[in-house]
């Protein structure tokens, strides 16, 4: 399926221990580009969800926000550090008995000098938690694939209607061209008749004339191998996975076919048309530019 590069996902899931919400979204972007944020304390899973992303992403500008909220009540610890305590107290029991003064201190008051008690996070069960996120984290892929696919639908059916004209377009340079020469024939000879009155003219030398003008204006050539670069870019589309580049290069080939027509036009109804083939390859361009 023909894919756009721009795309949305979002896939979230809650359970009594924790809640996980995983968002993607990307624009065009020549190349693969993908960004990670991801809450402090699981930032370690970088790596791993960046190598998700790449199974389904080969191009384009990629943004994946996770938040992970931990509901347990086990995710953070109290420790008490007796050693400081008890210097804390051995120090007040010296000043006691050395200043000759009642040593006062309860435990609760000695409890809230510095770092007697500490609050540390909880180790973290890491395999747990990967667990839980690998499987969001697939399962919004899947819904950014799907507009991906559906964005790209919609571009696939806008170009080949574009490709429709252009058919049209060259249809018509095709018809037109056999009757450029009939006209160049006729205005020769009125012009020759002109100039030798009633003297007859040399069939030889017009025929040598109207080939030296049809070599310079003939098309015939160009038409064709636009029509093959149509074509290809028809089935190119069909192919659909990763064929942006390819796609913006066939454009590249139909563009350059549309300005030898204009440039060998002498013509004014062909060169209208071969500007029209120009206008309407760049709109099939900037949506290609969209096509992962």
């Known amino acids: 399926m023909l894919k756009s590069m721009t795309g949305f996902g979002r896939y979230e899931v809650s359970t009594e221990e924790c809640k996980i919400v995983v968002e993607i979204k990307s624009v065009n972007h020549r190349y693969s580009d993908i960004s990670v944020k991801l809450p402090k304390r699981i930032n370690f899973f970088d790596t791993a969800v960046r190598n998700i992303i790449k199974e389904y992403v080969s191009r384009g500008k990629v943004d994946v926000f996770i938040t992970y909220e931990n509901y347990s009540q086990s995710n953070v610890l109290v420790k008490c550090n007796e050693d400081i305590a008890l210097q804390y107290w051995n120090n007040l029991e010296h000043l006691s008995k050395k200043m000759q003064m009642e040593n006062d201190v309860t435990i609760g008051a000695l409890s809230h000098y510095p770092e007697v008690f500490m609050l540390e996070e909880a180790s973290l ?5 990967w667990n839980d996120l690998e499987a969001v984290v697939k399962q919004a892929c899947k819904k950014f694939v799907d ?3 559906a964005e ?5 059916e806008d170009i080949i209607a574009k490709t429709d004209k252009l058919l049209e377009l060259v249809e018509y340079i095709e018809n ?3 009757e450029i020469l009939k006209e160049h024939r006729e205005k020769l000879k009125s012009k020759i008749e002109e100039v030798l009155k009633d003297k007859q003219i040399d069939d030889a030398v017009l025929a040598t004339e109207l080939i030296i003008y049809a ?10 191998r636009l029509r ?3 074509i290809n870019l028809r089935k190119t589309m069909d192919v659909g996975e990763n064929v942006g580049r390819k ?4 454009t590249q080939e139909m563009n350059r076919e549309a300005n030898t027509i204009l440039s060998k036009a002498n013509d004014i109804e062909i060169s209208n048309k071969a500007i029209d083939l120009k206008t309407e390859i760049e709109k099939i361009r900037e949506q290609i530019q969209n096509i992962e």
Do not use: M, N, Y
């Open 125 to 129: 069960d890491e395999a747990s938690i």
């Open 147 to 149: 507009s991906r696919i």
């Open 152 to 156: 790209g639908t919609h571009l696939k």
């Open 176 to 178: 037109r061209s056999p």
């Open 215 to 224: 070599d310079k204006v003939c098309v015939d050539e160009e038409t064709v």
């Open 228 to 230: 093959s670069h149509i």
């Open 247 to 250: 796609l913006d290069f066939i």
